[in-house]
């Protein structure tokens, strides 16, 4: 049956042919075949079927004469689509044809196409989600996709819509416009019917052409959109609330426990305000920029029966003059241009219940120390634009750096008010004057910022403690604090070197005479009054009266300046 026309002519065949016997022994397999099963003709020609398709359903249809058509086998990386067909001579079954073809490729499209059109079935109920309505048309006009909201609301069906142009569609539409100009209109009223709706177009571009324009009806009613409104701000007004909340939970970081003092007048200061602390009355802190202030106020916050209540910050001199009103004292609805829904409280009236810090008090304007002064005596605040005024009940804690009895010579700052923050005064010594401290602070901070940045910096070397001793530190502790955080990321463990400081650091010693100075005036002059006056102790004997004689200052002016420097006093 096999003659070689009839070989040469399945060879010839460009889809994969085998033929079997009844006993299931491979005849023969044309060269497409071999080529996509990987095999040569003479590896399989006389082998049983089973040796290159194990499990072949092949003789099934030898024992039944039934064919098996398009079946789908796997066969190595490869899909074959396999028809399975009976050899039948003279009405006798006497093998069987298998003819195949690779379909790899083509059922890797047939996937990506169904994904595809998952995908996009997913971005269609995206996009009907997202926008109430939606339309899209190609550059004549001609609507090519539109959804079902916008068909429902335009009373018409998808069918209807596409192809037609959108002019057709929607009345008043502005999408050719928006083509001519290419440029979008977002947010603009429309008036569809008898309703008012909230259109955006867009037009759509292709390499800087424009092929078509989108439009998006955000809402398709109005009275929808004042209802989000009103949930909008009905939500902002929660938010605002529960900033407030949060601030009150985490409004204080520092209790008396993060003051560090080694210095007898920090002590003392220290002792002072957690004296002062239970008391009602207000507080005053006097102290230069960095010296601790606010950590004071948070500490005696913290221990004072008001300690459940907010700590409330505000930084006078931060708060631009026209602000500060508002800022203080807050406003109701309405009460000047801009003024927010629902009106705000001011500062004084979140600190109810609490503590009140007025941070650099010195700058506060004169018109706003008098409705403070009101505050204080009446125990109640006015909003701006409020009729009626509200009861308060806080402490006030003021600081400054600058001096107020001065301010109040110059008439820049009342005295009522003066008198009326200046209850108990708490003065908090400059670093510079906690010599002997300086080096003890260095390294409590330096333990807080290893700890911080996880670093293992072990101290100073000796020469930057030499640097540390000789500058003034103008800006206290936070100038320290400063310098020892830039030094620690530099030097990551071991000594901070003097290689580690900031320039100014590096650049203020000179040699003179070979004696190491610094371009510091003031801790020079400091240096300097201190060796003299050990000097004048000494001569006289440790006495303080004979010292005062011999250096010709009066005793209680050589009390001060011993304290003044740090220096033994007793
Ligand atoms: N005795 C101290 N112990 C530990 N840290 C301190 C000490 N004094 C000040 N600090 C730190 O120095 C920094 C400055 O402190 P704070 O802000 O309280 O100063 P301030 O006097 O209020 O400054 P300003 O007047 O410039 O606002 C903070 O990081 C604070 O933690």
């Known amino acids: 049956m096999l003659t070689p026309q009839f070989l040469r002519f399945l060879d010839s065949l460009q889809i994969g042919m085998m033929i079997i016997d009844r006993e299931g022994m491979i005849l023969h397999v044309n060269q497409v075949g071999c080529q996509l099963l990987g095999l040569r003709l003479s590896e399989v020609r006389q082998h049983h079927v089973s040796r290159i398709t194990p499990g072949a359903d092949i003789m099934q249809v030898v024992r039944d004469g039934k064919a098996s058509l398009r079946v789908e086998i796997r066969f190595g990386d490869k899909t074959l689509l396999v028809d399975r067909i009976p050899y039948v001579e003279e009405g006798e079954i006497i093998g069987a044809i298998s003819v195949f073809q690779d379909i790899t490729s083509y059922e890797a499209a047939t996937r990506k196409i169904s994904e ?5 079935h997913q971005f269609r109920e995206l996009v009907e989600q997202l926008y109430d309505g939606i339309v899209m048309c190609d550059r004549n006009g001609i609507v090519t996709m539109i959804n079902q909201a916008y068909c429902d609301f335009l009373e018409t069906t998808m069918e209807e819509a596409i192809g037609k142009p959108i002019t057709e569609v929607i009345e008043n539409t502005r999408m050719p416009q928006v083509m001519e100009t290419g440029k979008a209109e977002l947010g603009h009223l429309m008036r569809v019917g008898n309703r008012d709706i909230i259109v955006s177009r867009m037009p759509m571009r292709e390499d800087d052409k424009i092929i078509g324009a989108m439009g998006k009806v955000i809402f398709n009613d109005l009275r929808e959109l004042r209802s989000m409104v009103d949930r909008y701000n009905i939500m902002e007004r929660k938010l605002d609330y529960y900033r407030q909340e949060l601030k009150r939970v985490v409004g204080t970081r520092y209790s008396f426990d993060s003051i560090f003092a080694d210095h007898h007048l920090l002590k003392e200061t220290i002792h002072l305000a957690k004296k002062v602390a239970s008391s009602r009355s207000s507080i005053l802190i006097l102290g230069e920029s960095g010296t601790g202030k606010e950590l004071f106020a948070q500490a005696i916050h913290g221990v004072s029966a008001r300690a459940e209540g907010p700590f409330v910050r505000v930084n006078c001199a931060a708060i631009p003059k026209d602000l500060m009103e508002a800022e203080l004292f807050g406003y109701e ?3 000047f241009t801009g003024a927010r829904k629902g009106g705000k409280p001011g500062k004084v009236e979140l600190a109810h219940g609490g503590t009140l810090f007025l941070d650099e008090i010195g700058d506060m304007p004169l018109d706003m120390q008098v409705k403070l002064l009101r505050v204080l005596q009446e125990k109640e605040v006015e909003r701006i634009g409020a009729t009626r005024p509200t009861q308060v009940d806080l402490r006030v804690i003021a600081a400054t750096h600058r001096p107020l009895e001065k301010l109040m010579e110059e008439g820049r700052f009342r005295e009522d008010l003066y008198y009326r923050l200046n209850v108990f005064t708490i003065s908090i010594p400059p670093l510079r ?7 003890a602070m260095a390294q409590h901070l330096i333990q807080k910022l290893n700890r911080e940045l996880y670093t293992s910096v072990t101290g100073l070397s000796p020469r930057v403690e030499d640097v540390f001793l000789s500058h003034s530190w103008p800006g206290n502790v936070r100038e320290l ?3 020892l955080e830039r030094a620690i990321q530099l030097a990551d463990h071991g ?3 003097t290689e580690h400081l900031p320039a100014y650091l590096q650049e203020r010693k000179v040699v003179v005479n070979g004696e ?8 020079e002059l400091a240096k300097t009054e201190k060796k003299v006056l050990a000097m004048a102790l000494e001569k006289a004997e ?5 010292a005062a004689s011999l250096l010709g200052i009066h005793r209680a002016s050589l009390y001060r300046k011993l304290e003044k420097l740090g220096m033994d006093v007793t």
Do not use: F, Y
Not at 433 to 439: H, L, P
């Open 542 to 546: 440790g006495n303080k009266v004979k």
């Open 495 to 497: 000594l901070l070197e």
């Open 481 to 483: 604090h400063n310098v």
């Open 333 to 335: 609805e309405g009460a």
């Open 116 to 120: 595809q059109e998952r995908e996009l």
């Open 433 to 439: 004057v906690q010599t002997g401290s300086i080096i």
């Open 516 to 523: 190491s100075l610094t371009l510091d005036l003031e801790a």
